[in-house]
C-alpha cells in the first residue's frame, strides 16, 4: 500500500452523496522534472551528430498520472496528481536539453528531424513511480542503445536502475525524489557516452 494510501470512494445508496464524496472539488496537482540547464563542458566537444530516437515505455508511464507499485504486480495511479506531460516525453526532453548543454556535440537532434546523425540514441523507460518496500521510495530504471548509422550496429549500451528514498508522507514529496533521481540517471547515461566517445572518436582538434 502507498504510504498515504489511494483516493477511493465509499459505495454509498444516494448518488448525490456519492458525487459529493468522490468529486467534492479537490483540487488536481500537476508536477514536472527539474530542467535546469548544466554548466558546459570546459573540454572539447566531438566532431559527431546526435539524433535521439524512440524511448519506449510501459503503458502507464505514456500518460500523466504519477504512478505507484504495489507488490509485484499492482501498478495504480494517484486520482488528483498528475505530471505535466507523460514521464517517458519528460525523459527526452531533459536528454536532449542536456546532451545540447554539455557543448560536447557538434548537434544533438530528435530523429525525424531534418538534421543528418551520425549517431542514434535509442531508449527505455521501464520504471517512475513510488514503491513501497518496507520504506517508501521513488525508482526510476532507465536503458539505452547507441547504435552507429554507418556500420548499422548498436556500439554501447547502458543501464540504471536505483530507488531514492522519499523524504516525507507527501506526494510532493514522491514527486521530488522521482526528480532527483531521474536526472541522476541521466547524469550517468551522459558520463558513459562521453567515455564512449572519448575512447572511440577522439575530441576535436
Known amino acids: 500500500m502507498p504510504m ?3 483516493v ?3 459505495v454509498l445508496t444516494l448518488a448525490t452523496l456519492a458525487l459529493t464524496a468522490c468529486g467534492g472539488g479537490r483540487p488536481i496537482r500537476y508536477y ?3 530542467r535546469a540547464s548544466v554548466p558546459a563542458a570546459t573540454a572539447q566537444g566531438y566532431p559527431i ?5 524512440h524511448i519506449g515505455a510501459p503503458e502507464f508511464l505514456q500518460d500523466e498520472p504519477v504512478a505507484y507499485r504495489s507488490g509485484q504486480n499492482e501498478v495504480g495511479t494517484y486520482q488528483y496528481h498528475y ?3 507523460p514521464p ?3 525523459v527526452k526532453v531533459v536528454l536532449i536539453r542536456r546532451l545540447r548543454d554539455s557543448g560536447r556535440y557538434q548537434s544533438v537532434s530528435e530523429l525525424g528531424s531534418s538534421a543528418q546523425g551520425d549517431f542514434v540514441l535509442h531508449g527505455r523507460l521501464d520504471d517512475f513511480e513510488e514503491v513501497d518496500t518496507g520504506g517508501t521510495a521513488a525508482l526510476v530504471a532507465l536503458e539505452f542503445e547507441l547504435i552507429d548509422r554507418k556500420v548499422r550496429k548498436t556500439v554501447w ?3 540504471y536502475t536505483h530507488s531514492e528514498p522519499v523524504q516525507g508522507r507527501e506526494v510532493s514529496d514522491v514527486v521530488a525524489a522521482l526528480d532527483h533521481n531521474l536526472n541522476q540517471g541521466i547524469t550517468e547515461i ?3 557516452l562521453d567515455a564512449y566517445f572519448a575512447a572511440n572518436v577522439g575530441e576535436k582538434k
Open 4 to 6: 498515504r494510501g489511494r
Open 8 to 10: 477511493r470512494c465509499s
Open 32 to 34: 514536472t522534472v527539474n
Open 49 to 53: 551528430t546526435i539524433l535521439i530516437g
Open 83 to 85: 505530471w505535466s506531460e
Open 88 to 90: 517517458v516525453h519528460m
Open 157 to 159: 549500451r547502458q543501464t
Open 190 to 192: 551522459i558520463s558513459g
